[in-house]
């Protein structure tokens, strides 16, 4: 468990360029559905940065599902949102609780994690990094190489993500 935040006056950390730290989380249980969009043998991930635990990290694009909408459904729809790129669904790679802490706040998510794809002829031309748009906020999405992600060499979130991904690939 990362130590609590110190009270003490001190200078905030600052993200990397171009990542900019998001809102604490909500303080109630959040239903997600994230997209594990891969491509050429990586996973879109965006790119976040905890300005308390001083920590880049990485978690595939999704969003909330709405009142009377299937996980499945929202997926796509947050997909379509944030990057104006229609996908396919390929797998539902489970469900999983997720207790976490960002910004020094506890957060709690019920997790639906899809295994996805561009949709034909939505395929990106390459593998540069992505501008996605979540309401008035811009944020980065990197392709992290799938073996890197299942390796442990990027922090990916939530918990346990690559471990799954890994079981999902190795069953092919």
Same mark, same amino acid.
């Given at each position: 468990?990362? +130590?609590? +935040?110190?009270?003490?006056?001190?200078?905030?950390?600052?993200?990397?360029?171009?990542?900019?730290?998001? +809102?604490?989380?909500?303080?109630?249980?959040?239903?997600l559905?994230?997209?594990?969009?891969?491509?050429?043998?990586?996973?879109?991930?965006?790119?976040?940065?905890?300005?308390v635990?001083?920590?880049?990290?990485?978690?595939?694009?999704?969003?909330?599902?709405?009142?009377?909408?299937?996980?499945?459904?929202?997926?796509?729809?947050?997909?379509?949102?944030?990057?104006?790129?229609?996908?396919?669904?390929?797998?539902?790679?489970?469900?999983?609780?997720?207790?976490?802490?960002?910004?020094?706040?506890?957060?709690?998510?019920?997790?639906?994690?899809?295994?996805?794809?561009?949709a034909?002829?939505?395929? +990106?031309?390459?593998?540069?990094?992505?501008?996605?748009?979540?309401?008035?906020?811009?944020?980065?999405?990197?392709?992290?190489?799938i073996?890197?992600?299942?390796?442990?060499?990027?922090?990916?979130?939530?918990?346990?993500?690559?471990?799954?991904?890994?079981?999902?690939?190795?069953?092919?």
């Amino acid at each position: 468990m990362p +130590p609590e +935040p110190r009270d003490e006056p001190s200078q905030q950390p600052t993200p990397p360029p171009g990542v900019e730290p998001g +809102p604490p989380p909500p303080q109630h249980i959040r239903v997600l559905a994230l997209a594990l969009l891969l491509w050429r043998d990586h996973l879109l991930c965006a790119e976040g940065y905890d300005t308390v635990k001083q920590q880049t990290f990485y978690r595939p694009l999704g969003g909330g599902v709405e009142f009377g909408e299937y996980a499945e459904e929202a997926v796509a729809r947050e997909l379509l949102e944030e990057l104006s790129m229609p996908i396919e669904v390929l797998a539902c790679l489970g469900t999983n609780e997720n207790l976490f802490t960002y910004q020094g706040k506890q957060g709690h998510e019920i997790v639906y994690e899809y295994v996805c794809k561009p949709a034909s002829g939505a395929e +990106p031309e390459n593998l540069e990094p992505l501008v996605a748009i979540e309401g008035d906020a811009r944020f980065i999405s990197r392709w992290l190489p799938i073996a890197e992600v299942i390796a442990g060499t990027h922090r990916v979130y939530p918990d346990g993500l690559a471990e799954r991904l890994g079981a999902w690939v190795r069953a092919l």
